[in-house]
């Protein structure tokens, strides 16, 4: 909800197409890995670890909401602007809490497969 908030307000303003863009990229992006779980295609798609596909897009999605936040924050050529930009950087610190609960629940220190130890 947070990044159509932050499409939304950069649409309204007129915003640079590349912030548009990028909120409108992490709108769908989250969209799809909803529907992704909760659909339960994860567990019919085993050809790629989706969790680890999902922590890998919430970090370069941060990367990039920190470079287009601190933009918009910088320029504010109008208050809609400066409210994306601001939206930008709290779906920032979402994606960053997204990415450190998955590492948790992945724990990629535990062992995987057997469970009984090597002879």
């Known amino acids: 909800l947070v990044a159509l908030t932050a499409l939304i307000c950069f649409m309204a303003s007129g915003a ?3 912030y ?5 990229m992490e709108t769908v992006i989250t969209v799809l890995f909803l529907l992704l779980y909760l659909l339960r295609l994860d567990a019919r ?5 989706w969790p680890l ?3 890998f897009n919430s970090v370069i ?3 990039f909401l920190l470079v287009v936040g601190l933009f918009a924050i910088i320029i504010k ?3 809609g602007t400066l409210a994306g930009g601001v939206l930008g950087l709290i ?3 979402l994606c960053l809490i997204d990415a450190v609960l998955l590492c948790k629940k992945i724990g990629l220190h ?7 130890p090597a002879k």
């Open 16 to 18: 640079h197409e590349a």
């Open 20 to 24: 548009t863009a990028l909120a409108g």
């Open 45 to 49: 798609m085993r050809c790629l670890f």
């Open 53 to 55: 596909a999902d922590i």
């Open 61 to 63: 999605a941060a990367l």
């Open 77 to 79: 050529t109008n208050k």
């Open 91 to 93: 779906l920032l610190v």
């Open 110 to 116: 535990k062992a995987r497969g057997r469970s009984a």
